[in-house]
């Protein structure tokens, strides 16, 4: 009972964590405690006795109000009076540097008197900082930011892993000197990476890497298996997680047997491997609930699942407040929590049901799986949705078909790794681990090739959909006896309206009305023209952006019932028009592509290149003005004659005779389109340079004579758009829309 309540505690602390993360502000967290503490007062009243619990959480809660509030003043309270302000800075690498093609990324501790402890991400310029190592001293002068937003967005990612400043090196990093000891958990996961990447074939090392080391980095770089696997819900499969720690403890268990000794020493490699795969929220979950159901019979105490998962819970935020916000920390506790509830009980229907299923060891393993990838789609549906934008339709499918590669995986892999000593015998379990992935990547493949694999929510019928289906299971769970009532009939309607909403959407926009739209990829430019049966993409491309242009215009595609676009043009090589390309080509069929001849293009050219190659495609060069009609849309493609900043392309636009521009540039070559689009009744202006200064002149838009202006852009460092811009296009009679602000501007032409 004791142990019941200590959880309830922790219960009450958590929610007081999330309450100060994601309800109450600033300024109302020290009413929060207060209430809480009176409330649990009153509770303790004569007659109240039965409402002990409820005095335990309260008392719980004004407890993690205030710990949250400690944690807040101590870090960001101190970043609030350096925020823009260049200081020298003295710290401690903390991490081997990122680097990229012109700059290197540093995690480094401060040091010295002023932020004492805090950690910080330092961006330098100068690429030779990639030789240093963690636990080296440097000293640089920088400008100080708080790492609350990237691109200008709220971003949480930094604050839950404890990173509280983002610094930008100036001048030069200095080493000190007699400094790079310790870091040994550091060194020892870099050894494993490299002996990983030596000993495992190129086509599967990244993925191995990011199985048995939860390093991700290098296997985002392979835009095809990181679509194909997270389509195929395989992402969670990948990221250290209770399931990893199961693997090993089964491993362990398998080679020490059981006993005090085996357990004890099993602890330690469990948080030996949970430092060394990066101590993750996820990771130190499953450590935390490993532990306690290692050393709970040592204690000679029962262990409690439900009761280990709230006190894992509560000491990882009792350490940061902010971990709250990680994604993988909901999503771990999310999962585990809806296999405790729900996993169970589904494996105990298959097994009243269909006993005969589960005499048979297949059976049990497909039961099994079933019952927990239930359990764990769930509570982690809905978050799914909201983080990532999308609902995991074939994640059963999937986890059926491949989870018992990847846990063989996981354990041949660290199988070759212990046997890389012996080359033979570690470059042969290497093989027969990589022939495993290659069977993993196959079903992943063949899984996100479904067009309900993941189902998008920028078809924002879905977003009403799946609320429905919640309320629904919830009402019918009340209806006590009759099964078929309780999870048949939610089920079956959830399936036909899910049906109806797929079949109505595609008939929408494929056989419906004809749809132009600018999509919201920030600071660059995506057109989607869809007609009928007909599908053009001028642009896909942005900078300043998290989200790559190709996944956003692939998931607006996707969600309409569109897998193929008939014709991309590229008006630009360059980010902000083309830096999506080769994630769109991952994600959609593309039968051809157009793009202005023009020098240069450098290392995206290259990528666009060989994603089009893999597609078997041949791009298209076009260097004059050029007409091209594909039944439901007629596109004019108007080459730029400007070499400037490398040629461009505009487009004119013609879908059932409403007609749209799309201004590859301005300036100069709005001064050459105007003659070319007088009289030529254009409705709608994509506004070229995201409506900078020079954009949109008097004379331009008096030859277009349209009616709407849609301003594509987002974070950005060049104040756009311009108010001179703006007023011009209002002066002249435009209704004005910006993806900034409005997010993407869909124009639906025809019934």
């Not at 209430?35 to 109240?48: E, Q, T, V």
């Not at 961006?123 to 636990?135: K, M, Q, T, V």
């Not at 290259?606 to 594909?630: C, G, H, K, N, V």
């Amino acid at each position: 009972m004791g142990v019941r309540k200590l959880a309830l505690a922790a219960c009450g602390f958590s929610a007081a964590i999330f309450a100060a993360n994601y309800i109450l502000g600033q300024e109302l967290l020290i009413y929060a405690a207060v209430l809480s503490a009176f409330l649990a007062a009153l509770l303790l009243l004569p007659g109240s006795r039965w409402l002990r619990p409820g005095v335990i959480v309260l008392l719980a809660f004004s407890v993690g109000i205030l710990a949250y509030q400690f944690h807040y003043s101590r870090t960001v309270g101190k970043t609030l009076s350096y925020n823009g302000e260049s200081h020298e800075i003295y710290a401690e690498l903390t991490a081997y540097p990122v680097v990229y093609e012109d700059y290197c990324r540093l995690e480094v501790k401060l040091l010295g008197d002023e932020l004492p402890g805090l950690k910080a991400i330092v961006y330098d310029n100068d690429i030779s900082c990639a030789e240093l190592r963690p636990g080296q001293c440097i000293s640089f002068t920088g400008t100080v930011k708080r790492a609350d937003t990237v691109y200008g967005e709220s971003y949480d990612n930094y604050y839950s892993r404890g990173i509280y400043l983002k610094i930008s090196a100036e001048g030069g990093i200095k080493l000190e000197e007699g400094q790079g000891r310790g870091y040994f958990i550091l060194r020892l996961s870099r050894g494993l990476t490299e002996r990983i990447n030596e000993i495992f074939p190129e086509d599967t090392a990244h993925f191995m890497q990011a199985l048995l080391l939860g390093d991700k980095s290098l296997l985002y770089e392979d835009q095809g298996l990181h679509l194909a696997l997270t389509r195929a819900s395989f992402m969670h499969i990948v990221a250290v997680s209770g399931m990893h720690v199961a693997f090993l403890v089964g491993l362990l268990r398998m080679l020490l047997g059981a006993g005090k000794r085996s357990s004890l020493l099993c602890l330690l490699l469990i948080w030996l491997f949970v430092l060394v795969t990066g101590a993750s929220p996820s990771a130190v979950r499953a450590g935390i609930m490993q532990s306690f159901q290692l050393t709970a019979p040592l204690l000679r105490r029962e262990n409690d699942p439900p009761s280990s998962l709230a006190f894992a819970l509560a000491l990882i935020l009792l350490e940061n407040p902010f971990s709250a916000a990680s994604i993988s920390l909901q999503l771990s506790f999310a999962a585990v929590a809806g296999i405790f509830c729900f996993a169970g009980r589904i494996y105990r229907f298959f097994a009243v049901r269909f006993p005969g299923l589960l005499r048979r060891r297949l059976g049990k393993y497909a039961a099994a799986n079933v019952a927990s990838s239930l359990g764990v789609m769930v509570f982690t549906t809905p978050l799914t949705a909201l983080h990532f934008g999308y609902i995991p339709a074939l994640a059963v499918l999937s986890n059926i078909a491949g989870l018992w590669a990847v846990s063989l995986c996981f354990g041949l892999g660290w199988t070759a790794c212990a046997l890389s000593l012996l080359p033979w015998l570690g470059y042969a379990a290497a093989w027969l681990c990589s022939w495993l992935a290659r069977y993993v990547f196959l079903v992943a493949g063949l899984v996100s090739a479904s067009p309900v694999a993941a189902l998008y929510l920028e078809n924002r019928l879905l977003v009403g959909w799946l609320l429905g289906c919640y309320a629904l299971f919830i009402l019918c769970a009340h209806l006590k006896r009759k099964f078929w009532l309780r999870i048949g009939l939610p089920s079956v309607l959830s399936l036909l309206s899910l049906t109806g909403n797929l079949c109505y959407v595609n008939y929408d926009y494929n056989r419906g009305r004809d749809t132009l739209a600018v999509v919201d990829v920030g600071q660059g430019l995506c057109t989607l023209a869809l007609g009928d049966n007909c599908t053009v993409a001028v642009g896909c491309g942005n900078l300043y952006r998290l989200d790559d242009a190709g996944e956003l215009a692939g998931q607006y595609l996707i969600s309409r019932g569109r897998y193929k676009v008939d014709m991309l043009v590229i008006p630009k090589l360059s980010e902000e028009f083309a830096g999506g390309v080769p994630m769109l080509l991952e994600m959609v069929e593309v039968e051809r592509i157009l793009l202005p001849r023009s020098r240069g293009g450098g290392e995206l050219m290259d990528e666009i290149l060989s994603a089009a190659q893999e597609q078997a495609l041949e791009p298209e060069y076009i260097d004059s003005d050029t007409r091209i009609d594909l039944g439901a849309i007629e596109l004019e493609l108007l080459a730029g004659q400007t070499e400037s900043w490398g040629r461009s392309l505009s487009v004119v636009l013609d879908i059932g005779g409403y007609r749209a521009l799309v201004t590859g540039e301005s300036g100069e070559e709005e001064a050459r389109l105007a003659p070319a689009c007088r009289g030529r009744e254009i409705r709608l202006l994509v506004a070229g340079s995201h409506g900078c200064e020079n954009s949109c002149s008097r004379s331009f838009l008096e030859a277009l004579d349209g009616e709407d202006a849609i301003v594509s852009l987002g974070f950005n460092y060049q104040d756009c758009p311009a108010d001179e811009t703006l007023e011009r296009l209002k002066l002249c009679g435009y209704n004005v829309y910006r993806t900034d602000l409005d997010g993407t501007v869909e124009i639906r032409i025809s019934e």
